[in-house]
């Protein structure tokens, strides 16, 4: 596609259910990033692909969070147990390794 | 980890001059980033720098002084739709980026 894609836009869910959030990068891009970006922050780094396997999770929070990318393209970012400072809007982003971060523009996830 | 700053807020005047700086102290520095972020909107490739000196791009400037760990974010001429967070983000290695928390820019007519 012409950008990163992400969906849902936003998502409500209450606490304690599991939510998966999809990131669609630029066609070619090897890199996958996710971030997350809490009001009035910048982003904070989650965890990175090259490829199909995660090179870089240190970002993270917790073992709640979960990350794949089965064929090197798409991504879902699984939160189970959510809480309710999970809040926040999920960023991604792709990139040739190296080159310039393009990001999407979010998923904003909100847990009652 | 990263330690980057940026002021929180500017105000400025259409057709004004305004300066975002932003102080960094990392290790195995590997360039560093600025973005534009509407509200409820992705964050914009600006300007990337990763040697000293300044890089002009239209409207848009950014300077860099590594044993500083100092850059800048010149914006000329503003216009309305200028008003914006820019976000400074430095690179350490090869890929993970780190943010300040973005300085929002109010642009008055």
């Known amino acids: 596609g012409a950008g990163v894609s992400q969906t849902p836009s936003n998502k409500v869910t209450e606490k304690g259910k599991y939510v998966e959030l999809r990131c669609d990068p630029i066609?070619?891009?090897?890199?996958l990033y996710w971030y997350r970006q809490s009001l009035g922050q910048g982003p904070e780094f989650l965890i990175y692909?090259?490829?199909?396997?995660?090179?870089?999770d240190s970002g993270l929070p917790n073992d709640r969070f979960f990350a794949v990318r089965p064929e090197g393209s798409v991504s879902t970012l699984k939160i189970q147990r959510t809480e309710r400072g999970d809040s926040a809007v999920y960023l991604c982003?792709?990139?040739?390794?190296?080159?310039?971060?393009?990001f999407g523009a979010g998923t904003r996830l909100s847990v009652l | 980890g990263q330690n980057i700053d940026q002021p929180t807020e500017m105000t400025a005047t259409e057709g004004a001059i305004v300066q975002i700086n932003c102080t960094y102290q990392?290790?195995?520095?590997?360039?560093l980033f600025w973005y534009q972020q509407h509200a409820g909107e992705a964050p914009t490739f600006l300007s990337y720098?990763?040697?000293?000196g300044l890089e002009e791009k239209g409207r848009f400037s950014s300077f860099l002084s590594r044993s500083k760990g100092y850059s800048y974010l010149l914006l000329k001429e503003l216009q309305m739709k200028d008003s914006a967070s820019y976000l400074c983000?430095?690179?350490?290695?090869?890929?993970?980026?780190?943010f300040g928390a973005g300085t929002t820019v109010t642009v008055r007519a």
């Open positions: 692909f090259q490829g199909t396997g995660a090179a870089d």
């Open positions: 990392t290790s195995g520095f590997n360039g």
């Open positions: 720098n990763v040697l000293d």
């Open positions: 066609s070619g891009h090897t890199a």
């Open positions: 983000a430095v690179r350490a290695g090869d890929y993970k980026l780190s």
């Open positions: 982003a792709s990139d040739f390794v190296g080159d310039i971060q393009y």
